[in-house]
């Protein structure tokens, strides 16, 4: 199978899936991190700091900005919007709930910013989750950390002026309130963790989502782009069509081979055990309990799903 979607690993992939948003946070020296704008055309910006990856999209009255990142970049990813234009963000979008991602949501709020995420981000952060894999409790926020325009199912449009964004939920990915957003007049497409690149990607089982949830969005995704489109991953750099459907043969294989282990009646230590991914840790540089933890999102997924099988 073809890897060339994430043959590249990142500094981030040594955050495993196991340790807390706060534990990531206290773990980067955010004064030293600087962050890197790559233009995609009409006025479209990828933008990476610590944590997820950020677009911006420019309008003539306003700014469409994807995710946040922590809340310690909050001065940092101001200035690099300032550097492009000196309109106002209008509208943040929360790909998903993860602090990483929404971790800026207040901070952003108190500027006048409107928070703009899938319902189901909104309960999440209102009410704290828990971590699948380690059971680690992160407790509920309010006010402005909490998202204030939501959509249920289906999809929203915002508009700024020249601009517009069409964000669209898949259910039961990444977690249970992942959106996608859509820049047509650019053709870039944000993925938020559904996609990751340079590291394994997370299931969030415990919180909605689901490894079969991942390759019907990804499946998605690669029937509404083409073969110009530029899609900004969750982390990682920055791909296209090709690489998605790179992506979902990968999410498709890795499912397969615990799906074959739980069917030969392994638990989930005894699926761990087996490394059924060893010939990708040494491709994405990827330490025993990055893999294992792997494992585990995969196996709990697939034990708690309910949806069929997807090929």
Partial sequence: MNMKFALVATAAFALTLGVTQAARAQAIDFSKVEVKTTDLGHKTYMM????????????ADGVIMVDGEFAQMHDKLKAAVAALTNQPIKYLINTHFHGDHSGDDENFAKD????????????RIAEGSTNGLTGNKTPGLSGGAVPSKTYTNGSLTLKVKGRSAKVGHVPNAHTDGDSYVWFADANVLSTGDVMTIGRYPNSDFANGGSINGMISAVGQYIAMTNAQTKVVPGHGSLTNQAGLKDYRAFLIAARDRIAKLIKAGKSEQEAVAAKPFADWDAKLGANDQASGNFVRVVYNSLKHSTMSTIH
Avoid at 112 to 123: D, P, S
């Fill in 48 to 59: 990476e700091g610590a944590g997820g990856n950020v677009t911006v999209a420019v309008g």
């Fill in 112 to 123: 006048g910013v409107i928070v703009v995420a899938q319902e189901n981000v909104k309960k």
